[in-house]
């Protein structure tokens, strides 16, 4: 498993416990983390430890954030193992990038899982307010890939009615 943050890695470590595999089975590629276990036969990956290190052995990857998989510590952690044989997976809660730049390069498919309202209604995701002075006019604003174009969104929202009291909002 590779990703980012610290607490990806130990929220990863916990579920891996919580479904029953011992404790000895899964090492932590961390920095000085003392849950490092390099004979382990799952590893709980920091990216930024793996360019670091010597890679341990896999013959599955799975890259939580993928959406970060085009970062070029990510191209390299997903050639390799893809070069070796290994098969990759990438997961995320948003399969988009705000660049546009797709994902096709590193996957081959994209499995939907459930839709943000699906999570809400689960109980997995908290239903968004939405504290404003008023509605955006966003009758100029294009879209491009399924999303807005990023500025003329800002332009659109950068206004006094819609952001001035943005103070009272926070308090409400």
């Known amino acids: 498993f590779a990703m980012h943050r610290r ?19 899964i090492g932590v590629m961390m920095a000085d983390d003392k849950r490092t276990r390099p004979d382990a036969p799952i590893q709980v990956v920091s990216i930024a430890t793996y360019a ?16 970060r998989s085009l970062s070029p510590s990510y191209v390299a952690l997903i050639k390799r193992y893809s070069d070796a044989g290994a098969r990759v997976i ?3 809660a948003t399969p988009f990038r705000a660049n546009g730049q797709g ?6 498919q994209l499995v939907l899982v459930a839709r943000p309202r699906e999570l809400i ?16 006019d966003l009758s100029g604003v294009h879209t491009r890939c399924g999303d807005y174009v990023e500025h003329e969104l ?19």
């Open 7 to 25: 607490e990806l890695i130990t929220q990863t470590w916990r579920k891996l416990l919580a479904a029953g595999i011992p404790e000895i089975d």
């Open 52 to 67: 670091r290190r010597e890679p341990p052995q896999a013959d599955l990857v799975i890259v939580d954030e993928c959406h």
């Open 90 to 92: 990438g997961l995320t």
């Open 103 to 108: 994902l096709s390069d590193i996957y081959e």
């Open 121 to 136: 209604e689960a109980g997995f995701l908290v239903e968004p307010r939405v504290f404003s002075g008023g509605a955006p």
């Open 154 to 172: 800002q332009d659109a929202m950068n206004h006094t009615s819609l952001v001035g009291g943005i103070v009272e909002h926070w308090q409400r």
